[in-house]
């Protein structure tokens, strides 16, 4: 079945580099409220790998997206090459949160073809020192459709764990640092989608979040406090607690 995205694949192979960068952008929806993702993904499938090494450093945020979410295929496809890793690992803490957000999705590329790999890389992200990149190692595990085995969902509420542990970390000065702050954000609905794929396991966790840190005798972390009402807001959450929902 021809999709647009498969149309674009289609397009795009056909055009030399020149013109397919024009092409990205004239279809590229921005400036817009929205991105067109399905060219994206389509430039994800065909891109060479010069192309997308070029574009990932490109000043065009979404060219730049465009190399950066090829990122996933080519780590795919090119195992043992821990370059790439380290650019998608540096596209995670961009400065642009439309390329950070292409980081996450070539995460989840990687996901698709080999878990493994991905929950090697989530454990590397969500133990790095900025909280930019522990916020893509969530947001790119915790991906309903990379969630269905239960290795897969173990994986994402360590994930989330880890990262929760990173912001309570956080000295008081810096919490309300941009970057902290989008971690936070991150923590606010991937808690939710790590407990939804592995309910019996998952509850218990994301209830302890409730309470200070085990036998401290401290009182709960008021950041922590605000991503655990976040996330009970969250429908697929409530449905499983029987809690109104937002």
Known sequence: MTTRRTEHAAALRSLPDAELRAYLTAHSGLPGPRANLELMAAAADVLTPALALTLADDEDEYLRCCGVVTLGRLVLEHPDDPALVDLLTARAADPSWRVREAAAMAGQRIGDGDPDRLVALVRAWTDDR?????RAGIAAICEPRLLREGAMAAAALAACSQATEHLRQVPSAHRRDADVRVLRQGLAYC????????PVTGLPVFEALSRGPAGSGV????DIAWVVAQNLRKKRLARLLDAPSS
């Not at 808690?191 to 592995?198: F, L």
């Not at 009182?219 to 008021?222: L, S």
């Open 191 to 198: 808690w939710s989608v790590a407990v939804a794929a592995d």
């Open 130 to 134: 900025d909280p930019l990149v522990v």
């Open 219 to 222: 009182a709960q972390d008021g």
